[in-house]
Every structure is written in C-alpha cells, then in structure tokens.
C-alpha cells in the first residue's frame, strides 16, 4: 500500500489550500483514508476521514466548518480542501488508510489506520 499525500505550502491567515492523498498498492475497496496532523512536541490530531463512497464522514473538532474532506473513488484520492486557515493549523499533514469501510461514522483514532503516507508540510504565515 502506498499513500502520496501532495499540496501543502506556504499560506497566509485567512487562505486556502487543498490537500491530495493518492493511494495505490492495493485492490480491496474496503478501505476509509484519513488525515492527520503532528507538529513537534504535540500529539498527533486526526482532522478527517473519508470511506470510498463519501457516506461515512468525520471531521476533528479544531477544523469543523473550515475543512472539508471529498473522494474521488475511481482515482482513488482523497482530497482536503482547508479554509480559513489559521496559524495554529501549521503542521505536517499525514494521509492513512484502514482496511474497514466504516459505514456511518469514521474514527479519528489513528490506531485504526495500518498504512501511512509521508506527510505534506502546510505552513500558515503571514
């Protein structure tokens, strides 16, 4: 399984930027990908998840109604659109899949999630 996570950069308060998560290396279709974020010193923080067909959804609650997380299941990327970014939202950004296709609610709790992508850096600066 691999997880190529893409789009992070530089952005000033305020702003926007979407994020990518490419999965490849596998056939099954039951799988949930989800972010998650790490800055130095702190715990990591899941920020979303997404199952294949979009009917399981679940956002962290520091990003609800800035952050919204989409699939596009036939390419099989999973997509973080961030706005109103704010600087506490700097950090790297890591995409993970789990081999569950959660159907209502998808957890945040990254012990759930076998695989991981290399992380995208968002910095948030004016």
């Known amino acids: 399984v691999q997880l190529q996570a893409s789009g992070g950069g530089l952005v000033q308060p305020g702003g926007s930027l979407r994020l990518s998560c490419a999965a490849s290396g596998f056939t099954s279709n039951h799988y949930t990908i989800a972010w998650f974020r790490q800055t130095p010193g702190k715990e990591r923080e899941g920020i979303s998840c997404?199952?294949?067909?979009?009917?399981?959804?679940s956002y962290g609650y520091s990003v609800r109604g800035r952050f919204t997380t989409s699939v596009d299941s036939s390419r099989r990327t999973v997509y973080l659109q961030m706005n109103n970014l704010k600087p506490e939202d700097t950090a790297a950004y890591y995409c993970a899949r789990a081999d569950n296709w959660f159907t209502s609610v998808c957890p945040l709790d990254s012990d759930r999630y076998g695989s991981w992508g290399q992380g995208t850096q968002v910095t948030v600066s004016s």
């Open positions: 997404i199952n294949p067909s979009g009917s399981a959804t």
